[in-house]
């Protein structure tokens, strides 16, 4: 990799005033064809790039990108990574993707602020306790860390929890200490920099206007920058993969909705975990600039507007009085909404479609980010050798037909219960 | 969001519960798997105005159908379902 960031290169670059950084990755001119091709410049699209030049040796790849790399869902969504899965089809992906966080770093010498302070998953009563118990073991077959802590040495941790309400008293929480979160931005910027040294084109404010198919096959996309050939088109554009597949007359069984996350204003250090509140749907954590980072459900309609409701917001913020009260003088600094991909039982879908050469990258409901490396590995692996990697195998298009459905919450066919 | 009910008047969202695409057509018990696939789990997901229905659960607890734009919330118009 040239202009390797290291100790020495950032104390040349202080040495002479930091005036000679040049930019991360190249802005290059669409070339008329690739190899393959990758449309959305989030996490998931980059990291498929990335893999797919370094694990598949195919260099001649470009990634197109409505706007700028880390606008979209990579920069929206609270930063929490874990593995916490239920489901025999999903905790072996979602432990490669954990596995690959914790070397993300190195991999890709990019500081992502990388940061295994535990998810602490509390439950209320006893069946949520029962459940608990049942996904720790779940995680424990697979190899992966769990343990079940005790409503004492939750409050020997974090005191300042509301352990009494007469509601939803806190009996006891599933911990995975290996959970934890990222700094997200790093992580697009990160990958963007990792594949350009690779030779990847990442061609930003380059909008997907259309798919050229011919006899079943995809053969180019129609760009704001012109055509660009390919003899393999990947789609990762979680938020949108409705619009973009319908312009290969696909219908996907998915619905977009808005999210909101929410960041405080800067407090001295408090939280120390990932702490998600059992009887709402909230999970809360510290930033490392202090803030308190936290989000919720989904407002619960189709949206594309990347803003939600105020009903969303009050929910919240009750959820969050409900867990710590001690926060309720706290002002709210920003919040921001995603466009989720939900789908029918709230699992993804890595897959090829029926147009030969065209791929998707789809379905990641609320739970995308903790997935970006190993979505990009898995999504590479299928791309270059039009086979499923063995751990994303279960995330068929086709399952909605087959009844193979992955629905970690038993909620069926409503996106809300996901 | 506001929600002009056709029974009730001018309402805020938090009265009504979502029940999504308005546009579903429920097949014959008897019909073909793949329409009955189609109908369970498909949708356009369109970005624009959506057809979908609002069920009126804090108040006249009717049915009512609305168009929506999906990229801005606005409530395009509201019927009968």
């Known amino acids: ?418 | 969001m506001r929600v002009t009910c056709p029974f009730c008047g001018d309402r805020s969202i938090e009265e009504f519960s979502y029940f999504g695409d308005a546009t579903l057509a429920r097949p014959d018990a008897g019909a073909d798997p793949a329409l009955w696939v189609d109908y369970v789990y498909m949708r356009a997901n369109p970005a624009g105005s959506h057809s979908e229905l609002w069920y009126h659960a804090s108040a006249c607890r009717q049915f009512v159908k609305v168009a929506r734009d999906t990229r801005t919330h606005a409530i395009l118009s509201t019927d009968f379902a």
């Not at chain 1, 059992?278 to 989904?298: E, N, R, T």
Request: net charge neutral; hydrophobic share 40%; with cysteine.
């Open chain 1, 1 to 418: 990799m040239t202009n390797r960031f290291s100790i020495f290169s950032l104390l040349k670059h202080a040495a002479r005033g930091n005036t000679g950084w040049a930019p991360q990755w190249r802005t290059p001119e669409p070339k008329p064809e690739y190899d393959a091709l990758v449309v959305g410049g989030g996490g998931h699209g980059l990291a498929t790039a990335y893999f797919l030049a370094k694990n598949h040796g195919l260099h001649n790849v470009a990634v197109i990108e409505r706007g700028l790399v880390g606008q979209g869902n990579v920069g929206r969504n609270t930063t929490i990574i874990r593995s916490n899965y239920l489901l025999p089809g999903n905790i072996p992906f979602y432990e490669t993707s954990l596995k690959l966080w914790e070397n993300l770093e190195q991999e890709i010498n990019y500081n992502a602020m990388i940061s295994q302070r535990g998810v602490l998953n509390l439950f209320h009563n006893d069946s949520q306790r029962d459940a608990a118990i049942r996904r720790g073991n779940a995680m424990r077959l697979h190899g992966v860390d769990a343990e079940i802590l005790s409503r004492a040495q939750i409050r020997a941790l974090h005191p300042f929890l509301d352990f009494d309400t007469a509601r939803f008293p806190i009996m006891g929480g599933l911990l995975q200490p290996r959970g934890g979160t990222v700094r997200h931005d790093a992580v697009a910027w990160g990958f963007a920099r990792a594949a350009d040294s690779l030779g990847v084109d990442i061609l930003q404010n380059c909008e997907l206007q259309g798919l050229r198919i011919e006899q079943g096959k995809v053969i180019a996309a129609e760009t704001s920058r012109g055509t660009i050939r390919a003899k393999k088109i990947g789609l990762a554009v979680a938020g949108n993969s409705s619009r973009v597949a319908a312009m290969a007359g696909i219908r996907l069984p998915i619905e977009s909705h808005v999210l909101t996350a929410f960041v405080s204003e800067g407090l001295k250090p408090l939280i120390n975990s990932v702490i998600t509140f059992g009887a709402g749907h909230f999970y809360i954590s510290q930033s490392d600039k202090g803030g308190l980072v936290f989000g919720a459900s989904v407002d619960g309609y189709n949206s594309y507007a990347q803003r939600g409701n105020l009903p969303a917001m009050e929910e919240t913020c009750e959820d969050a009085m409900a867990l710590m009260p001690s926060i309720g003088r706290l002002r709210m600094l920003r919040s921001w909404g995603g466009i989720m991909d939900m789908t029918m039982d709230g699992s993804p879908i890595i897959d090829k479609t029926p147009v030969e050469g065209l791929y998707l990258n789809a379905g990641w409901c609320i739970g995308g980010f903790k997935a970006t490396p190993a979505s990009g590995l898995c999504f590479a692996h299928l791309m270059a050798r039009d086979e499923p990697h063995a751990v994303a195998a279960s995330y068929r298009l086709d399952r909605f037909a087959t009844g193979a459905l992955l629905d970690e919450s038993g909620g069926g066919a409503d996106l809300v219960m996901h």
